[in-house]
């Protein structure tokens, strides 16, 4: 090798040109230096790039770092900061870094990293790069049928869009007209009311005066009937109510005192209370209103506890214990005694639950929780793409990959990806969210729209009735109510639904408006025994069985659009909250294609859709494709 | 509506409880679960004892036999009445004699057995295989007995040292001939006590011990032994691994002015989440101390495996009035076994480490992957997972040799097997790896799944391989599988079954690139009294647990390692990491320090930790990089790497619940900080290499407290800050947040060259050092030569061809001197002689390279490797060209900087392309 090097020397300045089909090893001063670069090492003294130093020529990959960015050895593994260029002709140059040089493993198509003879690296360039060039191929195909989808998506989003919006406003104004009838309606019927009211009393009154009457008749008639005995009948009636009486005031008393022993209480909870702060913070909270007023039964010892806490929540837990406080915030109340009976009450446990509980302090396992614990982490990766990490990365595009390492499994953003790996995709559907109600009332269109009819009945009932007739009739006073009740759930669900698009018109859906459709769908994939859900703009789970787990909440997109970030789901036992970030990437169909865990607690999704398939990547991948083909090596590299 | 005061009584006692519950639940350590020394019968009584006031005991019928001194040792007063009266389980009938003998071995060590004699009940336990077996040959043959004063007899310990055995009461005491001054004694503060075996005196005597709803059948009774040790013109003690502690010296446990604190104990604990700062136990046990002080160094080692529990004692623990100068007093106490203690009597430090590994051996050597750096996490999840992580080290340029798999890579925590799911081509995995030059390391812990269809389990059953329960069925304990039993491995046959299974036919899905890791192996058991195994469970040859329970471990890593032994028909180094240990574990293998957690004070506590292992012999150790629990902010993250790419064993590792940390998840800046440790590591491999060969001939750690080198610098004694790598390199953690400054102490005797500005500092001074994010403060000694590699490759096997920068840091004399050595990295023919050995002295303007190899020993380590470049530091100016012979061949010297790596590295002199090759003999002279 080291003679061929030699030779090469001498025909240094054809060997820019100059490529050979197996070992292709440009001369010393060439080696590993980009084309576009070479003119940097014209002259005879050169200068490192970190303007550090200058060095000559015959430094020039000389097997000795002089600068320590590596500009003197690109062709060497001198330099732990070099870069070194393959040419790879028949595929597409790679820069790796210079700590390959010569380490025994062939790291570009061409071989031209291991020249020292350690180990022969054949010329792979030819076959990987026609394998890549057909994978870019398909890629362009796609994104070409998928930036006419698009296209068409995005016009369909528009028009939505805008549709929404007129909804939106039409809506707005009728609202507007809806709720002045609903308010007239509201004051008759409360005028009715009031109406009915007064002939109820007055009813009442009558019956009242009429039974009194026929009381004082009854009496007068048995006192003269039984005047010789007691009243007896009275005085039961009496002692019966005594006792009545006597728990009224036991139970004014005992609330005295518990106020005492409670304030009593209080002090001693005081001192372990901010521990406890952990356990019940979400209850405390909850309960906190209505608990100074609670004198029920129910007022034990956690109510007592819970009160205390609010007091101490307002601002006395001490800072050393903050840090417990966030992560046993997270348990469920029932670990944390678990975990104290591990502490304090091991004793009363068989073996096996003791030996479970201990386990769960490393791995966080409900300790009650079966065997398969383990099995149910297991379940729930499965395997997962290396790609997908590397989304982003695109290895041929040197320019601006020096670093990335030449890699054939690296077109990874390719949209045909196969999906044999993967958990099926199990489809899309609209979202079903709880707050869906049926607004086909609103939008059905007839000869007369429902706001005219209403508008109709209401006038014609305001006016239909003497609200001053007394007794009311019984029947116009329904027809009020009727249409106010009508009326008021019609405007209701106009203000749902306003609510609803306002809700919906928030967010950001894109440059285009091109993420509009994925508001009311939900993407499923269904791996191992596990469905992930995940609705766009709203919520992602994961459900097993019956069980559902929130992956997380919309929070928004990230990467320019290409991520969707989920976040603040159910929390993990000593981890963090859950979310999950969704890539996007180009696809002819929407698709959720792949769920993962690669850290704890910390989901990955990958989803397919038309939506990235944009015109502008389209452009830079035929760029590409144009780059490859003419980077194609002479006829004699096909031989 | 009831009254609420009906209520409050059981609402009362409820409060208590949850009080309990709450703050166990705030701190994570269960120190309930653990017991104390007043929860431990042996360690209160002997622990409440005053001087002398144990009835003593005198010596009879002294004399030579067999080379050595024997005597009987009986009590000083016959049927004396005990005053022991807070000792409910003494006896007052009148004890049998004891027997004891006292030998010498070549190099200054002393060794005492006490047992019982051959009318005992029993048999106590004695632990086999810790002592090198060359070891009797070793022995001197001891003639004479000199009696020096009347009352005691006194013999020949080694050059300027004698061992004087005083009558009544009975003593020991090594000390320097001439002079007199003592060195170390037993006894001289008569707290020795031995319980002596016997019958239950009647039914109704309890000998059951109860702790947390366990209870401890101790059949045999009360059988503990307890003594005090006195290290004469001593400073500071040091050593008893492991506790978790931010001082490396043993602070006193007992005496005035010591807080309440608990004596050191020795028992090997599986303890979640450890505190940073105790004296509990943890994984692994060595009950050897070292002393040092200005006068004196000495080491003191009990073989004994049972719980151990060590008191060291503050001055004037004996005497208020008058507290000792220059000694430090120390009380030993263990549960069973007998007394078998070895004397080590220096002179310097190192003396005594070299005493101490000549009998239980020098750290083996490792292979060369193994001192690189490790990737680990519990767990990587699978095939892809493994290849994603790899591939992430190729794409960020950060080198790593090894990729770890933690339990979950298995099939249901059955060892031996793969999860076929996650693992399906476990070979084709190692494959990818290896052809990187990287190796994969799986775990294999000691508790055997109770599952029939399980081989290992079957056969294990079958043949009546596990420890036993009390009632004699084999014992079931609940760990990662769930029900699990345990292999007997003090057994030899067991141990020999069990090095098998790491054959390539038997662990199917291994490869040679596949290494192993013994975790759990205190042994853990979940359900068991403190986390372990019942004591009263029995072992090979009606052994109780109680007796050898500290080397458990020991065992299993020894078995496991001997199984890799095996597995390459003895060519191939094994490397397997433990967590449990013992005396003679260094012979094994690595260990690490555990559990630990993502704080500040454990990364401070890590140095403490893995100098006191070194000291100890377990030179092969780290602590989890980053910390085990819980998730380091990046700067930890980043100062952990920075330290714990100077650990001897450097591995990063992670809890399942912490957020991923590979090097490169914290964003550009935090992930070129880490690479830049990491190549530090890597750059100084060589010198790490040697620095493990001169472990594995001579006991010296890799990782030295300074006082190690500098003996005679007081200022050093206490330093667990800072730390030496080898005789040259001096290293100081960074151990707090945002830390602007820090104070750095360099020894006295040389200056020290600063390896990121290459500016020299004078030694025996504090200097107060700016500290910048990108490195932690490391400093070369002048008068050193440092051998690197400063290419970096993707693993450490890439480097081999690659050629060497030398670095010469001059003293005032302009002389330097440093070692390189070489072998293959791999096999034992460095055994046969296959390495290269040179030592680079530099006097005169003169650079020569030395062949140290010993010509007797043959064999020959070939090599092309060159040395491309020599930097010297400390050099004036004016240095025009070198000069290499033999060849006449001329060098450039010019300025170059002191580092390839990082942008910003001073220029220092340079020799540019020397190429001399390392195999050779040659000189350099600079004109």
Avoid at chain 1, 91 to 109: A, E, K, M
Avoid at chain 2, 488 to 512: C, H, M, Q
Avoid at chain 2, 746 to 772: F, T
């Amino acid at each position: 090798m080291g003679a061929f090097l030699r030779i090469s020397l001498t025909i240094s300045c054809l060997s820019l040109f100059w490529i050979s089909a197996s070992a292709s090893i440009p001369s010393r001063e060439s080696l590993g230096i980009a084309p576009q670069d070479l003119s940097y090492y014209k002259s005879d003294v050169i200068k490192c790039k970190d303007g550090s130093k200058k060095f000559t020529k015959e430094q020039l990959n000389d097997e000795f770092c002089d600068c320590p960015d590596g500009t003197d050895e690109p062709g060497t593994s001198a330099c732990p900061q070099g870069k070194f260029y393959c040419p790879n002709a028949g595929h597409i140059p790679l820069t790796v870094f210079s700590s390959r040089v010569n380490d025994g493993i062939c790291d570009c198509c061409d071989g031209s990293d291991e020249y020292n003879g350690n180990v022969n690296c054949p010329n792979t360039c030819w076959e990987a790069g026609k394998v890549a060039r057909e994978k870019l191929q398909k890629k362009i195909a796609t994104f070409q049928m998928g930036v006419t989808v698009r296209r068409q998506e995005v016009e369909k989003a528009k028009q939505a869009f805008a549709q929404d919006k007129a909804e939106l406003s039409k809506l707005k104004s009728e609202e507007k007209i809806l709720k002045e009838h609903v308010q007239k309606l509201k004051e008759q019927k409360e005028r009715i009311e009031k109406a009915e009211e007064e002939e109820r009393k007055k009813r009442e009154e009558e019956q009242r005066k009429k039974r009194e009457a026929e009381r004082k008749a009854n009496e007068a008639k048995k006192a003269f009937e039984e005047s010789s005995h007691d009243n007896s009948d009275h005085a039961s009636e009496i002692l019966s109510e005594l006792p009545n009486q006597d728990a009224m005031e036991d139970h004014h008393d005992s609330a005295i005192e518990e106020k005492s022993d409670y304030t009593a209480e209080t002090e001693i909870l005081d001192s372990w209370a901010v521990g406890k702060v952990a356990n019940d913070h979400d209850d405390t909270i909850a309960k906190s209103g209505d608990e100074t007023d609670d004198t029920s039964e129910e007022s034990s010892f956690s109510h007592v506890e819970k009160q205390h806490l609010v007091g101490d929540q307002e601002g006395t837990m001490p800072e050393a214990n903050t840090g417990d406080y966030t992560r046993s915030k997270e348990a469920p109340s029932s670990h944390v005694v678990e975990e104290g009976q591990v502490s304090d009450n091991t004793e009363g446990l068989s073996r096996e639950e003791l030996g479970r509980l201990v386990a769960s302090r490393w791995t966080g396992e409900n300790a009650a929780e079966e065997e398969d614990g383990v099995n149910t982490v297991k379940e729930e990766r499965h395997e997962h793409d290396e790609n997908i990490p590397e989304e982003n990365h695109d290895g041929y595009n040197s320019d601006s990959d020096e670093d990335h390492n030449f890699d054939d499994d690296d077109l990874e953003d390719d949209p045909d990806m196969e999906f044999g790996d993967h958990g099926e995709p199990a489809g899309t559907y609209s979202y079903n969210g709880d707050d869906k109600t049926d607004y086909s009332d609103l939008t059905a269109s007839g000869s007369l729209s429902w706001l005219d009819k209403i508008q109709q009945t209401v006038s014609n009932v305001l006016q239909a009735i003497n609200i001053f007739k007394s007794p009311v009739n019984i029947s116009e006073a329904d027809a009020v109510r009727k249409n106010y009740d009508d009326s008021s759930s019609k405007l209701s669900k106009i203000q749902s639904r306003i609510s609803s698009l306002n809700e919906k018109l928030k967010h950001d859906f894109g440059k285009d408006k091109e993420f509009y459709s994925f508001y009311d769908h939900c993407f499923e994939s269904k791996q191992n025994k596990y469905v992930y859900k995940v609705c766009p703009f709203k919520k992602a789970s994961q459900v097993e069985g019956h069980s559902t787990t929130q992956l997380g909440y919309w929070d928004k997109f990230e990467e320019s659009y290409r991520v969707m970030l989920f976040s603040n789901g159910d929390r993990c036992w000593n981890g963090p909250d859950r979310s999950l970030k969704v890539r996007l990437r180009c696809g002819l169909k929407d698709e959720l294609l792949d769920v993962d865990e690669p850290s704890r607690c910390e989901y990955a999704a990958i989803l397919s859709t038309p939506v990235l398939c944009v015109e502008e990547k389209l452009k830079e991948l035929q760029e590409k494709l144009k780059d490859a083909n003419a980077n194609r090596p002479s006829v004699n590299d096909e031989l | 509506m009831p009254s609420p005061a009906s209520r409050s009584p059981p609402l009362l006692l409820l409060v208590p409880f949850l009080l309990l519950l709450l703050f166990s639940a705030a701190s994570a350590w269960k120190k309930d679960e653990f017991r104390n020394c007043n929860q431990t019968p042996f360690c209160k009584r002997a622990r409440g004892r005053k001087a002398h006031s144990v009835p003593s005991l005198s010596t009879a019928d002294i004399s030579i036999s067999d080379g050595a001194v024997v005597a009987r040792l009986l009590p000083s007063q016959p049927l004396r009445q005990a005053t022991d009266g807070d000792d409910p389980e003494s006896d007052t009938v009148p004890p049998r004699p004891l027997l004891l003998r006292i030998s010498v071995y070549q190099g200054g060590v002393l060794r005492l057995h006490i047992d019982e004699d051959a009318s005992a009940p029993r048999r106590r336990f004695q632990v086999p295989d810790v002592l090198l077996p060359d070891l009797d040959d070793r022995r001197l043959w001891l003639s004479r007995l000199s009696s020096p004063a009347a009352g005691s007899s006194s013999f020949y310990l080694a050059e300027g040292f004698e061992a004087v055995l005083v009558h009544d009461p009975f003593q020991i005491q090594v000390r320097r001939k001439g002079s007199g001054e003592p060195v170390l004694s037993f006894n001289s503060h008569g707290l020795f006590d031995f319980e002596q075996l016997r019958a239950k005196k009647n039914d109704d005597e309890d000998w059951e011990e109860r702790f947390r709803g366990h209870t401890d059948t101790r059949p045999h009774g009360p059988q503990s032994i307890s003594f005090d040790i006195s290290f004469h013109g001593a400073d500071f003690v040091y050593g008893i691994p492991e506790h978790a502690s931010t001082s490396l010296a043993l602070r006193p446990t007992s005496g005035p002015g010591v807080e309440f604190s608990e004596p050191y104990r020795l028992f090997n604990l599986d303890v979640f989440e450890y505190l940073d700062d105790s004296p509990f136990g943890l994984y692994g046990s060595i009950p050897f101390m070292l002393s040092h002080g200005a006068r004196s160094s000495s080491g003191f080692f009990w073989l004994n495996a049972a719980e151990m529990q060590i008191d060291v004692l503050g001055p004037g623990w004996d005497d208020p009035a008058a507290p000792a100068k220059d000694r430090i007093d120390t009380v030993w106490m263990s549960e069973a076994g007998v007394v078998d203690a070895f004397f080590f009597v220096g002179h310097e430090p190192k003396d005594v480490l070299r005493q101490y590994t000549g009998i239980t051996g020098t750290p083996a050597m490792p292979q060369e992957f193994a001192v690189a750096y490790h990737q680990c996490r519990w767990n990587y999840r699978d095939e892809e997972d493994v290849a994603a992580v790899d591939a992430g080290f190729d794409e960020h340029d950060i080198p790593y040799d090894v990729l770890w798999l933690d339990i979950e890579h298995t099939d249901g925590k059955r060892y031996f097997t793969w999860d076929r799911v996650l693992f399906p081509n476990p070979q084709e995995m190692q494959g990818k790896l290896a052809a990187k030059g990287r190796h994969m390391v799986t775990i294999v812990d000691p508790h055997i799944k109770r599952d029939d269809s399980f081989y290992i389990h079957k056969e294990a059953s079958e043949r009546g391989y596990y420890v036993k329960d009390a009632s004699g069925k084999d014992f079931d304990g609940w760990c990662w599988p769930g029900s699990s039993s345990y292999l007997d491995v003090l057994n030899p046959e067991i141990r020999e079954w069990w090095a098998e299974k790491f054959s390539f036919e038997n662990y199917v899905g291994s490869t040679p690139s596949l290494y192993i890791w013994n975790d759990m192996n205190e042994p853990s058991v979940f359900n068991g009294p403190e986390i372990s195994m019942p004591r009263d469970a029995i072992h090979f040859g009606d052994v109780e647990h109680r007796e050898l329970h500290n080397a458990y471990g020991y065992y299993f890593h020894m078995a496991t390692s001997n199984g890799l032994l095996k597995r390459g028909n003895g060519k191939d180094r094994p490397f397997v990491l433990s967590r449990a240990f013992f005396a003679g574990s260094q012979r094994y293998g690595a260990v690490w320090t555990g559990d630990n957690t993502a704080d500040w004070d454990h990364l401070r506590a890590s140095v403490p930790m893995i100098l006191t292992l070194g000291l100890t012999g377990m030179t092969f150790s780290g602590a989890d990089v980053g910390g085990f629990f819980g998730n380091p902010e990046p700067e930890l993250l980043v100062r952990w790497y920075q330290l714990g790419a100077y650990y001897p064993f450097f591995r990063a590792h992670a809890h399942q619940d912490t957020k991923r940390r590979e090097p490169w998840l914290f964003g550009e800046r935090n992930t070129a900080l880490i690479r830049e440790a990491v190549h530090v590591r890597y750059s100084l491999l060589p010198y790490y290499y040697t620095l493990f060969r001169e472990a594995s001939v001579s006991g010296i750690p890799v990782m030295r407290p300074l006082w190690l080198e500098f003996p005679a610098d007081k200022e050093t004694y206490n330093n667990g800050e800072a730390f030496m790598v080898g005789p040259s390199l001096l290293v100081q953690g960074i151990y707090e947040e945002r830390q602007k400054s820090v104070s750095v102490y360099l020894p006295a005797g040389q200056s020290w060259y600063n390896l990121r500005n290459g500016v020299s500092y004078a030694g025996g001074v504090s200097h107060k050092l700016e500290v910048s994010e990108d490195s932690i403060p490391t400093f070369q000694r002048a008068g050193t030569i440092i051998p690197r590699k400063d290419r970096f490759r993707r693993s450490s096997t890439q480097m081999v061809n690659d050629p060497y920068t030398l670095v010469i840091a001059l003293n005032g004399s302009f002389a330097a001197e440093g070692e390189l050595y070489v072998d293959d990295g791999k096999t034992y023919d460095f055994e046969q002689g296959a390495y290269i050995h040179r030592r680079f002295i530099f006097a005169d303007l003169k650079l020569t390279s030395v062949n140290i190899h010993p010509a007797n020993l043959g064999g020959k380590f070939p090599s092309d490797c060159v040395i491309e470049r020599i930097v010297l530091l400390g050099l004036p100016s004016g240095a025009k060209k070198a000069v290499i012979e033999p060849g006449n061949r001329e060098a450039n010297v010019e300025l170059g900087p002191l580092t390839l790596r990082g942008g910003s590295s001073p220029d220092a002199i340079t020799v540019r392309k020397p190429n001399v090759h390392i195999a050779d003999d040659w000189t350099l002279r600079i004109l």
